[in-house]
């Protein structure tokens, strides 16, 4: 069988990046097709992605920076819960992730849990070992 599966829609177009994406546009693209449509677009919370969906008759909703935020969103957590936090050590640890890749992530995770000063001196840490040093004194992880 040929043809497309799905398709997800951003909902405003690259000028557009600054601006709430246009759910109406999704909402009449939906409409429009025959095969699921997948929403996404500032999408930061449970509510917010509810909301999406129930506005706009979409088969789904996705999520990128928002889950990066907070990975427990959907499972509705506020805000990443420190398990998680814990959990992204040891996955990120045990599969040898790229120390950058492993901070990045790890500071998005904690945006809403230690203040933008501690965030600042997070990213600059060196070291997986200063890390962890870090989220013993500032976590208890």
């Avoid at 992605?49 to 920076?65: R, S």
Wanted: charged share 20%; with cysteine.
């Amino acid at each position: 069988m040929a043809g497309i599966s799905f398709v997800a829609i951003h909902g405003r177009t690259v000028d557009q990046r600054c601006q709430p994406p246009d759910m109406e546009s999704v909402k009449s693209i939906k409409e429009s097709l025959r095969i699921p449509v997948v929403a996404n677009g500032d999408i930061r919370s449970l509510e917010g992605a509810t909301k999406v969906y129930e506005e706009t008759g979409v088969d789904g909703v996705m999520a990128a920076n928002g889950l990066l935020e907070n990975p427990a969103m959907f499972a509705g957590y506020d805000s990443t819960p420190v398990c998680c936090v814990k959990d992204w050590v040891e996955i990120a640890m045990s599969t040898g992730m790229h120390f950058s890749c492993f901070q990045h992530h790890l500071s998005y995770m904690l945006e809403t849990l230690i203040s933008k000063p501690e965030r600042r001196f997070l990213n600059c840490l060196q070291s997986t070992a200063a890390v962890f040093d870090f989220l013993n004194d500032t976590l208890h992880v």
